[in-house]
C-alpha cells in the first residue's frame, strides 16, 4: 500500500497512510467526523475487533468499514454455519479429511518443522504443512510448546497485548416493533426496524465498558 501511495501522491501521500496505520481509531474519528453520534457509531464498529479507541496502531480498524461501502458486506445464504459447511465439502473435494470432535493436544514436531498434530486421544494425523487458526498464544506456547522455539521468539509472543474485546447476540421476543424517537414509525413497520440497533450514546461509553 505505502509503494502505490508514493507512486499516486509522493512521500507525502505515503507518510499520510503510514500515520493513519499506527494512529488510534478513537484519533481518526474524531479528525473525520464532527457529529457526536456518528463518532460514537464508528467506535463501536472498530472496538468489534477488540481494542480500545485510544490503542496505538488501531486505525485501520477503522478503515475496514469504510471499504464496505465499496464491497458491501457479505453474509452467507443461509446462515453462517453454511461457510463452514461448504468449506468441508472443498476440502473433502480435493481429497481432505473433516474430523470433529477431536480436540487437539500439540502441534508435532521434527527438526524444527512441524509435521503433523496429535489429538487428545493420542491420534497423530502427518502432514507437509500444519495450518492453527487458534490464537498466537495457544498455537505457539500451548500447542508447539517453548523448547521447540527459540527463547526471544518466546518472549515476544508472551509480550503481544490481548484486547478485552467479546461479542454476543441477545435475542429478546417483544410483543410490538419499537416505536424510535429519532424514527417514529407509530408502532408500524419502518426502515429504521431493519437497521443495526446500537447500545452507545458516547465514545465515552465506549471508553469505559
Known amino acids: ?55 496505538i496502531a488501531s486505525g485501520d480498524h477503522f478503515g475496514w468499514y469504510a471499504m464496505m461501502h465499496q464491497s ?35 502441534i508435532l514436531v521434527k527438526g524444527g518443522v512441524a509435521e503433523g498434530v496429535e489429538t487428545e486421544d493420542g491420534v497423530r494425523y502427518t502432514a507437509p504443512l500444519v495450518i492453527s ?8 506456547l500451548d500447542l508447539v510448546g517453548d523448547e521447540h522455539l527459540a527463547p526471544g521468539f518466546v518472549q515476544r509472543v508472551r509480550n503481544i497485548r490481548v484486547g478485552n474485546g467479546f461479542g454476543m447476540t441477545v435475542r429478546c421476543a417483544a410483543e410490538e416493533l419499537p416505536d424510535y424517537a429519532g424514527a417514529p414509525s407509530g408502532g408500524r413497520p419502518h426502515e429504521s426496524h431493519h437497521g443495526l440497533q446500537m447500545l452507545c450514546p458516547s465514545v465515552g461509553y465506549l471508553r469505559n465498558a
Open 1 to 55: 500500500m505505502a509503494g502505490a501511495q508514493m507512486r499516486a501522491g509522493g512521500v507525502g501521500g505515503s507518510l499520510e497512510s503510514v500515520r493513519k496505520l499506527i494512529a488510534p481509531y478513537g484519533q481518526l474519528i474524531d479528525e473525520t467526523f464532527e457529529s457526536a453520534p456518528m463518532r460514537a457509531f464508528m467506535a463501536w464498529l472498530g472496538a468489534q475487533s477488540g481494542p480500545p479507541p485510544d490503542e
Open 72 to 106: 458491501g458486506a457479505k453474509h452467507p445464504k443461509g446462515g453462517s454455519g453454511m461457510l463452514t459447511q461448504a468449506m468441508a465439502r472443498s476440502l473433502e473435494a480435493a481429497g481432505g479429511k473433516v474430523v470433529l470432535g477431536a480436540p487437539v493436544r500439540r
Open 133 to 140: 487458526n487458534a490464537h498466537v498464544w495457544t498455537t505457539l
